[in-house]
């Protein structure tokens, strides 16, 4: 029994708060409760780095399944559209942790897509540039698609923002990066990506 009238104190609310949030990551991943997806994680898991691992790749994917499916638009519900970027974020929090150069690269490439989709140029634009630069700083760690990407991305969002001059400028690097790709079949991802609307009538 609670003093003061029966109200939970602020512990018991954190509590709460934990039991709560943890039964929903729970639910989401397909576990009937947080220890049963713990249960799991300790054998399949065993190291923290794994858990960042883990999660930053399922909230990659739940991203990217989104975006492949169009499920998202500025118009969209409020609560749609802060799930995807809190996804996004989430994502990038996890590579972080334990993730390579790369990794952190892409992470921030996917968070200026789902920025751009949901109607935030600026913040798409922050890290369209964060990606680009993370890139070009550590271009040994990269694959030879990483580029391209980062400018796909980087043009998108200054196209958003309306910096039409420099998006086109951008476009024509994200398409030469593109062409210089060895594999043909990471070439059409690429260039798959590049064709993806939305330009905001850049052609």
């Not at 104190?9 to 039964?23: K, N």
């Not at 999660?55 to 990217?64: K, P, T």
């Not at 809190?86 to 942790?97: D, G, I």
């Not at 550590?138 to 969002?157: K, V």
Request: net charge negative; aromatic share 6%.
């Amino acid at each position: 029994m609670e003093e003061l009238g029966d109200r939970p104190s602020l512990e018991s609310l954190r509590r709460a708060a934990d039991g709560t949030s943890r039964a929903a990551v729970a639910e989401h991943y397909g576990f009937s409760s947080w220890s049963a997806l713990m249960a799991e994680a300790g054998r399949r898991l065993v190291a923290t780095e794994d858990l960042h691992q883990w999660f930053g790749a399922q909230l990659n994917n739940e991203v990217w399944r989104a975006i492949d499916a169009a499920a998202v638009s500025p118009g969209s519900d409020s609560d749609d559209k802060d799930e995807l970027v809190y996804a996004a974020f989430a994502s990038a929090h996890h590579w972080r942790q334990i993730g390579t150069r790369a990794n952190q690269a892409r992470a921030e490439h996917l968070i200026s897509r789902v920025a751009t989709i949901v109607g935030l140029p600026d913040l798409a634009l922050r890290h369209a540039t964060r990606c680009l630069e993370l890139v070009e700083a550590h271009a040994g760690e990269m694959e030879d698609w990483d580029l391209g990407f980062a400018l796909e991305a980087l043009a998108r969002a200054q196209m958003a923002c309306g910096r039409v001059d420099e998006a086109h400028e951008t476009l024509q690097r994200a398409r030469a990066a593109t062409a210089a790709i060895v594999d043909s079949g990471d070439r059409e991802i690429v260039e798959g990506e590049l064709a993806r609307e939305p330009w905001f009538g850049m052609t």
